[in-house]
């Protein structure tokens, strides 16, 4: 896993920061593409369980395959990789993701779409963990932190825009047709870093067992189950949201992908309030963000027979869940007493373990009690996260003691 500060950028890197404005933005705009392919698929589960002959259930394992996969080979594979130069392997990331994307736009069943989702999650933990870290590098110590938060505002636009954008092309040119649009975009952001990014000094490599000690602290595993726990009461309902507007709101089918449209903008709002406040107590924030999801996950089913107060649940479910990636980002992070890299990577890996479970139990709630209980289920697993803070807080105390 890469150690390499913001404020130390690499010799080369140093050398010409004004130089490398456009190559931070491609970095952005390919993070954008990189995690938009991970969460379309909850978009397209209706029109692609219809067109496979599978249950919505079924096809909401995509999402668990996909996140266990980022869960289980991220933080291995970027400390396998974190030595290697940046440029050749953020191109290979890319062509790995326009080769899977063809593939899924292409796969004849569920099998091979599988497949086609297994491949990418193995490359995304890897761009995840250093395309931060390299924007810092490219654009010197004095931008360093506006160039990675324009490299997250295209992680967070992915997350909360790529999904309605998705929907919305899918209605339009089919969900095959999005693929095969993403498969396109990949390959172009690959062609464009390879002629733009400048070559970067090769990172150290740096023994993982040295870094790995955080783990043995008992605050920081105590922060990394609470995002666990919360990125599985985001997902038990998010990843099943097209499916309950149509269901249970009964938003037309051509609709449903503007309805994420505004779910997406409202979040990038949320994202912006994560950040804004997580410096004032970052599980303080994490408690009352929970709280505030659950409220707007339950109050969606409660109010789903009234677009206007549909509207409004929504738009505070989506601030509260977008606000969730930054703040427990942070959080996590400054829990690690260092080694703060490997942390941020863990957190990742930890919210894909929550993502998994998320879709894990909204499809084993809709098989047996239907999908109107997915909601007042999350909101369940939101106020455990809140119950979980205090917890958190006297792990805290303990080390500080």
């Excluded at 990789?81 to 292409?106: C, D, P, Q, T, Y």
């Excluded at 929970?290 to 996950?297: D, E, N």
Aim: hydrophobic content about 55%; overall charge positive.
């Amino acid at each position: 896993m890469p150690t390499t500060t913001l404020s130390s950028p690499s010799r080369d890197a140093r050398a010409e920061p004004r130089g490398n404005g456009l190559a931070v933005l491609l970095l952005a705009i390919s993070a954008f593409v990189i995690v938009t392919t991970e969460f379309i698929i909850v978009g397209l589960l209706p029109s692609l369980s219809r067109d496979l002959g599978i249950s919505i259930a079924a096809a909401g394992q995509l999402v668990t395959l996909f996140a266990f996969t980022v869960m289980l080979a991220g933080p291995f594979l970027t400390a396998m990789l974190s030595h290697f130069e940046r440029k050749r392997l953020f191109v290979v990331i890319l062509l790995i993701f326009a080769g899977a994307n063809a593939l899924a736009a292409a796969a004849p069943n569920i099998w091979i779409l599988g497949f086609a989702r297994f491949l990418p999650a193995l490359a995304l933990p890897v761009f995840w963990g250093t395309a931060s870290e390299t924007a810092g590098e490219l654009a010197g110590p004095e931008r360093a932190g506006k160039a990675v938060a324009n490299v997250y505002l295209g992680i967070s636009g992915a997350m909360v825009l790529g999904i309605p954008l998705g929907t919305l092309a899918s209605e339009a040119f089919g969900w095959r047709g999005t693929f095969w649009g993403l498969s396109g975009l990949s390959l172009v952001m690959g062609a464009m870093l390879f002629l733009v990014m400048p070559t970067l000094a090769k990172p150290p490599r740096v023994k993982l067992a040295e870094q790995a000690k955080i783990l043995k602290d008992p605050y920081f595993l105590g922060n990394v189950i609470l995002s666990v726990v919360v990125f599985t009461a985001m997902f038990t309902a998010y990843t099943y949201l097209a499916d309950t507007l149509q269901q249970i709101a009964h938003i037309p089918a051509g609709q449903v992908g503007w309805w994420l449209m505004g779910f997406g903008i409202v979040g990038l709002g949320g994202n912006w309030l994560g950040g804004q406040f997580v410096g004032r107590g970052p599980l303080l924030v994490t408690a009352i963000a929970a709280l505030v999801l659950a409220i707007g996950v339950a109050a969606t089913t409660l109010l789903a027979g009234s677009p206007v107060w549909l509207g409004v649940a929504l738009a505070v479910w989506g601030v509260a869940n977008t606000a969730l990636y930054p703040i427990c980002q942070v959080r996590v992070m400054q829990s690690a007493s260092h080694a703060q890299a490997l942390a941020g990577t863990l957190n990742v890996s930890m919210a894909n373990a929550g993502i998994g479970l998320g879709a894990i139990i909204g499809g084993t709630i809709i098989l047996h009690w239907g999908l109107p209980s997915v909601g007042y289920v999350a909101a369940g697993i939101a106020l455990l996260a809140v119950l979980l803070t205090p917890l958190v807080v006297r792990l805290k105390a303990r080390a500080a003691g």
